[in-house]
C-alpha cells in the first residue's frame, strides 16, 4: 500500500488559519523581513513569506538593500529594526552577499525578535531543551509528525544533514521528543544502513533522489526537506519511488515547504507574545 501522503499544504493552510485568528486577538504583530542582494531563489521565499504574513493579517515590512550593501549598512538597519517597536519580528534571508559575514549580521537580531531561531541564545536553549524560538523547517517537520499521530518517543529517527538551520536543529527537537537520534552528514560511512533503522527519516541535504526505496524501512515516515531546481523542476533528497515502501512520506513540493511558511508566521505571533511579556522571554 502506498505510503500515507503528509500534506503540508493543507496543514499549513490550517496553521496559518489559527494564526490568523491570533493576530486579530493580539491586535498587531509586526514582521521585517530583509533581503539583501539580487539571489533569485531568495527573491521567491521572500516574496512568499511576505505575502503569507500579509495574508494573516501580520504588518510585514519587506525591507531590500542593494547587492552592494554593506555589513555595516546591513547590520545598521539590523539594530534598527531591533529598537523598532513596531516590529516583533526580524527575518535576515540567507544566504547575503559574500562581502558580508552571515554570522556577524545573524548575532545581531535582538534574540527575542530573532523568529529564525539561529541566534546562539536560541540555538543554546534548543540544545539545552528549553526552545524558545525554533527554525521553521524543524518546527514544520514536528508538526507533520505530530498531525499524523506519530509520537518519536522511543523511536529511531536518522537525520540526513547537520547545518543549523535544518539538521541540528530538527536532531535537536526529535530527542526532545524522546527519539533516538543519528546525525547523518557528508562523512558518514554507509548511509544506507543508518537511512535503514529510521522509523522517522529527514533528509535535508540537497541531493535529489539520494534517499532510494532500498534504504527505508518499510512503513517508515520520511520527511524530504531537500529542495533542488533541475530542469525537469523541483526535486526533493527522496526518491517518490520510496512511496511503495514508507508508512508516511511529503509530496515534494507541497510538504516541508509550505510548513516552514505557515511556521514562521507563528514565530511572529511568538515574539509578539515575548515583547509583551505574555511568553516569558529570560532576561539575558
Ligand atoms: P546545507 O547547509 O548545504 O547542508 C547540507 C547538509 O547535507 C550538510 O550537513 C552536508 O554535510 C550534508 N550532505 C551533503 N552531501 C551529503 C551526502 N552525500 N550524504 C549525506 N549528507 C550530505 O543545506 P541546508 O540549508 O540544511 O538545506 C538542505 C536542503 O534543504 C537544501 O536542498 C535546501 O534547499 C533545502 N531546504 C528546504 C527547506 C524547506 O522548507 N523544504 C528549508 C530549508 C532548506 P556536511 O555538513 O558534512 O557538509
Known sequence: MPATVMDGTALAAEIRAGVAREVSELGHVGLATVLVGDDPASHVYISLKH?????????????????????????????????????DGVLVQLPLPAQIEETRVTYAVAPQKDVDGIHPVNAG?????????????????????????????????????RSEIVGRPVAMLLLQAHATVTMCHSRT?????????????????????????????????????????????????????????????TPMPGGTGPMTIAMLLRSSVKAARFRRGVLAYPSL
Open 51 to 87: 505575502k503569507a504574513a500579509v495574508e494573516a493579517g501580520i504588518d510585514a515590512r519587506d525591507v531590500r538593500l542593494p547587492q552592494d550593501a554593506s555589513e555595516g549598512d546591513v547590520l545598521a538597519l539590523v539594530d534598527e529594526l531591533n529598537r523598532d517597536d513596531e516590529i
Open 125 to 161: 536553549n534548543l540544545y539545552l531543551g528549553t526552545p524558545l524560538h525554533v527554525p521553521a523547517t524543524p518546527a514544520g517537520c514536528m508538526e507533520l509528525l505530530a498531525a499524523h499521530g506519530i509520537d518519536p518517543a522511543g523511536e529511531e529517527a536518522i537525520v540526513l544533514g
Open 189 to 249: 560511512q554507509d548511509l544506507a544502513s543508518h537511512v535503514r533503522r529510521g522509523d522517522i527519516v529527514v533528509a535535508a541535504v540537497g541531493v535529489p533522489g539520494i534517499v532510494t526505496p532500498e534504504m527505508v524501512k518499510p512503513g517508515a515516515a520520511v520527511l524530504d526537506v531537500g529542495l533542488t531546481r533541475t530542469e525537469a523542476g523541483i526535486r526533493g533528497d527522496v526518491d517518490p519511488a520510496v512511496a511503495e515502501v514508507a508508512g508516511h512520506l
